[in-house]
């Protein structure tokens, strides 16, 4: 595999790209996902740290891979490390993002989730957690929606909207395993049927 | 709320594995699987707790499955736990796509895995989707009558799906609304 680009990185680089995750960290709520116009400022953009392929495949590929989706962290940190010329860069490229993407929100995560825990009785605590049910409920939804609906035409993309539509319906009505639906979906795709 | 069958994990390494093997699981995403396991066949949370600890997981920074891992993993063995499920989590998934992102590189340009990814994105937007429709039988327990929870949830996927508005202010008043609303509802 040969890098598309050669770039020389110093220690003080590494760093900044760890206080950079480090502080996207604090403003990703919904996921890191929503920092990725900032993450492309900045590494495409402003340091050209990463080529624009490489950013589009590397959220690509960990939004297909199983694992979940903050993982495209991971494959950005291993490509900006393979850049700069080694293996062992894209494992130092991957510790530096990834850790510094989840330090601080596991961190926030774990002292709030034990203080609403240790405050569970109280009413402003359950209120809280029981009000925010039917937003979760609509979240779940409309993200499916959403992520349906990328790329397709109705018109001509009917078979995908039925495959979705169906796997949906396996999903909620029987409890066949999730991976045999996602084996027929692949299936389905490697011989041309959607 | 817990039930006589509810379980928990049984040590660090039940929890490393579990979590593991369910992101291990999630193509496109772990949430489906997240709740298949963790609600209905592990039963470590009944349908209500998931849908609460999701809410809480949700409204953090972070990644909002990696969120419900680390809260689960520190309510049942503390900081050492959370960070089991943490690992579980990251640590072989990582290495399973990075593996995967190797590989695609040498086959980006052939039909039959750009057919297969699409063929499986579209399952998994039903997966996820459907998950949300599960749940909504948790709605006729909820504290709130159906007349105001039902009305909220419209509003929600409406603002999600159709008006594509961003997730903050979405949060703040339909999930605003809801707390409210349920605040004024319960002792």
């Known amino acids: 595999m040969t890098a598309p680009l050669h770039i020389v990185l110093a220690w003080h680089d590494w760093l900044d790209l760890f206080f950079h995750y480090f502080l996207l960290s604090f403003m990703s709520v919904g996921g890191a996902i929503s920092t990725t116009a900032e993450m492309h400022r900045y590494l495409v953009e402003q340091h050209g740290?990463?080529?624009?392929?490489?950013?589009?495949?590397?959220?690509?590929?960990?939004?297909?891979?199983?694992?979940?989706?903050?993982?495209?962290?991971?494959?950005?940190?291993?490509?900006?490390?393979?850049?700069?010329?080694?293996?062992?860069?894209?494992?130092?490229?991957?510790?530096?993002?990834?850790?510094?993407?989840?330090?601080?929100?596991?961190?926030?995560?774990?002292?709030?989730?034990?203080?609403?825990?240790?405050?569970?009785?109280?009413?402003?605590?359950?209120?809280?957690?029981?009000?925010?049910?039917?937003?979760?409920?609509?979240?779940?939804?409309?993200?499916?929606?959403?992520?349906?609906?990328?790329?397709?035409?109705?018109?001509?993309?009917?078979?995908?909207?039925?495959?979705?539509?169906?796997?949906?319906?396996?999903?909620?009505?029987?409890?066949?395993?999730?991976?045999?639906?996602?084996?027929?979906?692949?299936?389905?795709?490697?011989?041309?049927?959607? | 709320m817990s039930g006589s069958q509810l379980s928990g994990p049984k040590s660090l390494a039940d929890l490393f594995i579990s979590f593991t093997l369910l992101a291990l699981q999630g193509f496109g995403g772990v949430l489906s699987v997240a709740q298949r396991e963790l609600v209905e066949h592990k039963r470590w949370l009944t349908p209500e707790e998931f849908l609460e600890d999701w809410a809480v997981a949700q409204i953090m920074p972070g990644p909002n499955v990696v969120n419900l891992s680390l809260m689960l993993g520190h309510r049942y063995f503390g900081l050492r736990g959370a960070l089991a499920a943490l690992a579980g989590m990251l640590a072989v998934p990582s290495l399973v796509v990075l593996a995967i992102a190797t590989l695609y590189m040498h086959h980006s340009d052939n039909a039959h895995v750009a057919g297969a990814l699409r063929g499986m994105a579209a399952v998994a937007a039903g997966m996820i989707a459907a998950t949300g429709v599960k749940m909504l039988a948790t709605l006729s327990r909820h504290p709130l009558p159906l007349w105001a929870s039902v009305p909220l949830t419209v509003a929600g996927v409406a603002a999600g799906a159709w008006l594509r508005l961003p997730l903050l202010p979405t949060l703040l008043v339909v999930g605003g609304l809801g707390c409210w609303l349920t605040y004024r509802r319960i002792p």
């Open chain 1, 49 to 194: 740290w990463l080529t624009q392929a490489q950013f589009n495949e590397s959220i690509a590929i960990a939004q297909a891979a199983p694992g979940p989706n903050i993982l495209f962290v991971a494959l950005m940190g291993w490509n900006v490390g393979l850049n700069a010329g080694s293996h062992a860069a894209a494992v130092l490229g991957v510790l530096c993002m990834m850790v510094g993407i989840m330090l601080p929100s596991s961190a926030i995560t774990l002292l709030a989730s034990a203080w609403g825990h240790r405050n569970r009785e109280l009413r402003a605590v359950r209120a809280f957690k029981q009000g925010m049910v039917p937003l979760v409920i609509a979240l779940l939804i409309s993200t499916g929606i959403v992520l349906g609906a990328v790329n397709r035409d109705p018109a001509t993309d009917w078979p995908l909207w039925t495959l979705s539509a169906v796997a949906g319906l396996f999903v909620w009505r029987t409890r066949i395993h999730l991976l045999w639906l996602l084996a027929t979906g692949a299936l389905l795709g490697i011989f041309g049927f959607v």
